[in-house]
């Protein structure tokens, strides 16, 4: 019964690296979504994106990128990692008619 | 500005208690209203949604309601359990838009 799949649940990282974090959709839907959660602030979003090769700033998008090549992919760039990028990233997917987000098991980012 | 909270932010109960978790939001423009419930390392897990038309939804020993009027949710969560122990998040959903709260850490004790 898979959904939303995270490529990595747990992932380290040393300062300055690139880093992608892959996010895939098997429920065809159109918006994807790229969140990160921390203690004490939440769930805040990134980047999302309503259709192929489009995309939106989200609340934080400083030092983040996205890429949506296909409908079922949406890929969460780290251009320069930095310790302040350590955190849980979650992605999610809905269909705008139902606006209900499914999402995915969440990748646990380190930073060194 | 659309803002979700939550209260508490924690809660301890024993095992076999009724509980209510409290969502209030500022925005009574919602499309719906979701329950999510997180546990530690994990993604979030569906609990119930309830479209803005809608004054409950009941899954279970769990039953939300939602009053547009006065801009409030709650989750109320029947003869609680030791796995019942998680996050639970209410998110509102604008649109194409979601506002999370910060979630309420629940804890019940075997």
């Known amino acids: 019964d898979v959904k939303v799949t995270q490529s990595s649940r747990y992932l380290v990282k040393r300062t300055g690296e690139k880093v992608f974090l892959e996010c895939v959709q098997d429920m065809d839907h159109e918006n994807m979504f790229w969140y990160r959660q921390d203690p004490g602030l939440g769930l805040r979003l990134i980047y999302f994106s309503y259709d192929v090769k489009m995309k939106e700033k989200g609340d934080i998008p400083e030092g983040y990128s996205v890429s949506r090549e296909k409908k079922e992919r949406f890929s969460l760039i780290l251009e320069s990692a930095s310790t302040n990028q350590t955190s849980m990233y979650l992605c999610?997917?809905?269909?705008?008619?139902?606006?209900?987000?499914?999402f995915g098991n969440g990748t646990r980012l380190t930073v060194t | 500005k659309q803002e979700v909270t939550q209260i508490p932010a924690a809660l301890s109960v024993p095992e076999g208690e009724n509980l209510v978790l409290n969502c209030s939001f500022t925005d009574s423009a919602i499309y719906n209203l979701q329950w999510f419930r997180q546990d530690p390392g994990k993604g979030l897990t569906s609990l119930l949604l309830i479209q803005s038309s809608q004054r409950e939804q009941t899954s279970g020993r769990l039953n939300a309601s939602l009053d547009k009027s006065s801009g409030r949710s709650t989750l109320y969560i029947a003869a609680s359990q030791p796995g019942d122990s998680a996050t639970y998040l209410c998110?509102?959903?604008?649109?194409?838009?979601?506002?999370f709260g910060p979630g309420t850490r629940l804890s019940v004790l075997p």
């Open positions: 998110v509102c959903l604008y649109g194409q838009n979601f506002v």
């Open positions: 999610a997917s809905s269909l705008p008619q139902h606006n209900r987000p499914e």
